[in-house]
């Protein structure tokens, strides 16, 4: 663990195993934070926040993200050993959302920032009894953020939290996933050991243990809550952190739509269709309902189906493999246990829906789906309402736009989405009609550290990357000053 600037075991010894989910064996293990761990992490970032110059200082939170930055691009390479083996990603995804685009914009955009950003503005007028009034309106730090991480993209996510936290003067306390914790403990001692961060300014804390991480919302030194995960989770914190009323940002989970209209290239919508698949379907902005028009369903269906039963499924170390393992044999089972659920609520099952059986021994004891494919008329089914996290895509038909538009906004959700049509006048104003917090048109891709990213409904709370998501780790302060007349 890093807390308060010391790399350190658990104060009572403990430790937790970190299994590789390609194969099932035992990688290594990691320092389990108890309680007495967490609340000694806390009080660090507290001090640290409130009794040193970070928060204020903005040439040395701009010289300590740069070396941040430079310490990362020298173990590139370690890090995406670690995220293959822990987090069983397919190494294509290396190049770009997992490792190598956050590595080279989730830091620089915010410490970017530190110089462009409007810190304070002024307000002139009002006043009483014909003095001049001016307001200065300042943005300052929140305080003390606790990022808590999730499995799938770790470091990406992870980075997208310390850069604009960091940038913005806060102090942090990182609780990554306890499936992946070694690139966190790995960015831990790089930040020890290469960069001048002061002691406390950044904690990471791994633990198995859900009561241990509940302390970050409970907890009053804590400022902030910075979530990205599930949406049963964000609710439970979210519910946690109202005792102290805790400022809460929650980037949740998913049940995107790509919508195809009827003049678009079936030959995009398939790629587009197999991107479900990428990483075992465990992506949260995934496009995993794809709502095509009822005039040429089966006909999608077909093809759909054989591209899937081509995607190759593996071992996530080959640079062929895009469905590699979903995280655990408890994600394994969640997503087994829906599909069967689907069959008996009546979607029809068109491949896939089981574990993969055909893999070589070494990888016998990894936690492999089928990629699967379901049709279903009734949009309202689960298998079409809920986040499955896994690598199953539902095919829904539709009537024309209109109907389109009411399929794709008949979710609970609302975090990302696509639309595909040969004109791009057509496919913008669909996309502008669905309630979502991003959408790509015709292959355009909304992800990068300047564009914020976040959800409507129940995918979350505010956003993240760009300035808006900068601005969620400032509060804003008005003062008034009387100016005398002049006499």
Request: with cysteine.
């Amino acid at each position: 663990m890093l807390v308060d600037g010391e790399l350190s075991p658990a104060a009572d010894g403990a430790a937790f195993d970190n299994f590789s989910p390609a194969t099932g064996a035992l990688l290594g293990t990691t320092a389990a934070a108890g309680a007495a761990d967490m609340l000694r992490a806390i009080a660090a970032a507290r001090r640290a926040f409130d009794e040193t110059g970070w928060s204020t200082d903005r040439a040395l939170r701009r010289r300590c993200l740069g070396q941040l930055q430079r310490g990362l691009e020298a173990e590139r390479q370690e890090f995406a050993t670690e995220l293959v083996a822990e987090a069983g990603c397919p190494a294509m995804t290396l190049s770009t959302a997992q490792l190598d685009w956050p590595l080279a914009e989730a830091l620089r955009y915010p410490a970017g920032l530190i110089d462009d950003f409007a810190w304070e503005r002024t307000l002139d007028g009002g006043g009483l009894f014909g003095d001049r009034n001016v307001r200065t309106v300042v943005q300052e730090p929140v305080g003390v953020v606790a990022a808590i991480t999730p499995s799938n993209f770790p470091v990406e996510v992870i980075l997208n939290k310390l850069g604009p936290a960091l940038a913005a003067g806060n102090t942090v306390v990182l609780k990554p996933d306890p499936n992946t914790p070694w690139n966190a403990t790995r960015i831990g001692r790089i930040i020890a050991e290469k960069t001048d961060i002061p002691a406390g300014v950044v904690d990471i804390v791994p633990t198995p243990s859900n009561q241990v991480a509940a302390l970050l919302a409970t907890d009053p030194r804590v400022d902030m809550v910075s979530f990205t995960g599930s949406t049963s989770v964000g609710r439970t914190l979210m519910r946690l952190g109202a005792d102290t009323m805790k400022r809460t940002f929650l980037e949740l989970g998913g049940k995107s739509a790509l919508v195809v209209l009827d003049d678009a290239d079936p030959a995009v919508a398939l790629r587009s269709a197999v991107g479900a698949c990428v990483h075992a379907g465990q992506a949260c902005a995934a496009t995993t309902r794809m709502l095509v028009p009822r005039s040429g369903f089966e006909e999608m269906v077909a093809a759909v189906a054989a591209a899937f039963a081509a995607v190759p499924v593996g071992d996530p170390a080959r640079p062929d493999t895009v469905v590699g393992p979903v995280i655990s044999a408890a994600q394994r089972n969640r997503v087994l246990d829906a599909c069967t659920r689907a069959t008996v609520d009546g979607a029809r099952l068109i491949i896939g829906g089981g574990p993969v059986d055909s893999l070589p021994p070494e990888l016998a004891g990894g936690h492999y789906v089928e990629p699967t494919v379901f049709t279903c008329d009734n949009p309202g089914l689960p298998i079409a309402q809920e986040e499955i996290f896994g690598p199953v895509l539902v095919m829904i038909p539709f009537a024309d736009d209109e109907d389109a538009i009411r399929v794709a906004n008949n979710s609970a959700y609302g975090l990302a989405g696509a639309v595909l049509s040969g004109s791009t006048e057509r496919a913008m104003a669909v996309a502008r009609r669905i309630r979502t917090g991003a959408l790509g048109v015709n292959g355009g891709m909304f992800y990068g550290a300047d564009a914020p990213f976040g959800g409507y409904k129940n995918s979350g709370v505010g956003r993240q990357c760009g300035l808006e998501g900068f601005q969620q780790y400032l509060e804003t302060k008005t003062i008034g000053r009387r100016v005398p007349r002049q006499r």
